[in-house]
């Protein structure tokens, strides 16, 4: 009697209520696969080259080699194959002339895939991004511009797209190429000097406003140092991330690549600790203006930053001594699963607050960031917030 009102209790309890993975990494990664996200295509189904796809297959990746389950491993294949021709050519709206630092984000899937199977197009596909930076376009300093149509500008953002894979390529295929480690570091403290807010305004953080023109021609540009006007959170979570993902990828002959982001990062995770919100311990979408109306705490940074400062701690690369940047981490993680994560009936989770876009094309001020829309499921969040989880789940 007991036994069987047990019984049915749980049947009823099963078809709203279903397990999920114990790990949200995991729960996350496949929630996303589940949707088809990720996967080398748009919404329609057309190959396209995306960087959220290759930020994606990076925790993929991880998760793969953290528990063997192949079907990770097919994922990153089958999407890397979607935009990747036999013969090595890259489609999917890639265009090589336009000179854009976001789809060679993809890149480092390419040279993971090369180096677990050998097969020759992974390679090719990686030389064809590689070639592009040889021709890309620069500042006068050497900075890679973020775009063609971007004259001149150099942006946080492009330092993720650009750089990991720069990083990987030289590591993986030319590691004695002493320009180019040269360059790679040039490119990390370029980006650093011209951004770097350096005011003693109240509002002011001392972290990295999202880009700056090296012409000084933009409509945002400040006079005197060509900087656009906000630190705006994902811009710096892509720096923070490629911090730490090249300092573990710089062989011992890569210059002063390693020595370079590391002081970097030292200087910035402390300043990114304290402009944590004190009270929830997350970032707001617009750092530099806390608390104005219509500003609010916005997830992909706010993961970006949880996987940058977790990961910078476990390798060493920060001395944490009082334990602080862990303490701010944790109380950030925290939060997002409690507020950003929702359960979906099939099983699934969403990922809730990732603004959509963020771009220097327009005024940058504080109205148009406030006024680009919020997604449910957005990659650029979700792919974030499995990194956060690897690296939570390591504490
Ligand atoms: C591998 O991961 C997939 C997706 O989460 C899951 O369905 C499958 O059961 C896993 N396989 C193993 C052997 O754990
Ligand atoms: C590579 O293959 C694609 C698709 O079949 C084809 O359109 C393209 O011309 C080929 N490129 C070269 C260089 O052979
Ligand atoms: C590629 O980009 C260049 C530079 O912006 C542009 O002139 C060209 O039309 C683009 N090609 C395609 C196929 O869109
Ligand atoms: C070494 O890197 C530099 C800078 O990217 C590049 O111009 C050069 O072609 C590379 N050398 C070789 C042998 O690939
Ligand atoms: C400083 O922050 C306050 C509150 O968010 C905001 O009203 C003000 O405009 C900011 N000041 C500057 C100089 O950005
Ligand atoms: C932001 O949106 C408001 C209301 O839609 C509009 O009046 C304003 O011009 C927009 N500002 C920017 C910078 O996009």
């Known amino acids: 009697m007991f036994l069987s009102s047990l019984v049915v209790s749980f049947a009823l309890l099963l078809p709203t209520v279903q397990a999920r993975p114990k790990s949200y990494a995991v729960w996350a990664a496949d929630s996303g696969i589940a949707r088809g996200q990720g996967n080398g295509l748009d919404a329609n189904g057309a190959a396209l080259v995306s960087y959220e796809h290759g930020e994606f297959q990076w925790g993929l990746r991880l998760l793969y080699e953290l528990t063997g389950n192949k079907t990770y491993f097919n994922y990153i294949q089958t999407g890397a194959n979607n935009i ?5 050519t890259v489609h999917g ?5 336009a000179y854009s630092l976001d789809p060679i984000r993809t890149g480092p899937t390419f040279i993971y895939l090369y180096k677990k199977t050998s097969q020759a197009k992974y390679k ?14 620069r500042t006068g300093e050497g900075q890679f511009w973020h775009k063609l149509m971007y004259f001149n500008q150099g942006w946080l953002d492009g330092i993720y797209m650009g750089d990991v894979f720069y990083t990987a390529y030289t590591a993986t ?9 040269s360059d790679i570091t040039a490119q990390f403290q370029l980006m650093f000097d011209n951004t770097l807010q350096t005011s003693t305004a109240p509002n002011d953080t001392g972290l990295l406003y999202h880009g700056y023109d090296f012409s000084h021609t933009a409509v945002w540009a400040s006079p005197d140092r060509g900087h656009s006007p906000e630190v705006w959170d994902r811009a710096l979570g892509w720096y923070m991330m490629a911090l730490v993902d090249v300092a573990e990828m710089a062989p011992a002959n890569s210059g002063q690549l390693k020595p370079t982001v590391l002081r970097i990062l030292n200087d910035l995770a402390p300043k990114i600790r ?12 617009v750092i530099t203006q806390p608390g104005r109306a219509k500003n609010y705490f916005e997830s992909s940074g706010t993961v970006m930053f949880v996987y940058a400062l977790l990961k910078a701690v476990r390798l060493r690369y920060i001395a944490d001594p009082d334990g602080s940047i862990v303490a701010a981490a944790k109380k950030a993680y925290k939060y997002a699963i409690a507020n950003w994560v929702v359960p979906n009936n099939d099983g699934t989770m969403s990922w809730m607050n990732t603004v959509s876009v963020g771009s220097l094309s327009g005024d940058g001020s504080f109205d148009y960031y406030v006024n680009q829309t919020v997604d449910l499921n957005d990659l650029k969040g979700l792919a974030a917030f499995v990194l956060a989880s690897l690296e939570f789940e390591k504490l």
Do not use: C, E
């Open 84 to 88: 990747v021709f036999p013969n090595g």
């Open 93 to 97: 709206k890639y265009n090589f002339t």
């Open 173 to 181: 295929f030319d590691a004695n190429n002493a320009t180019a480690w």
């Open 274 to 285: 304290d402009a944590a919100d004190p009270k929830t311990g997350v970032w707001w979408l």
């Open 124 to 137: 090719t596909a990686a030389s064809v991004f590689r070639s592009q930076l040889n021709s890309h376009p």
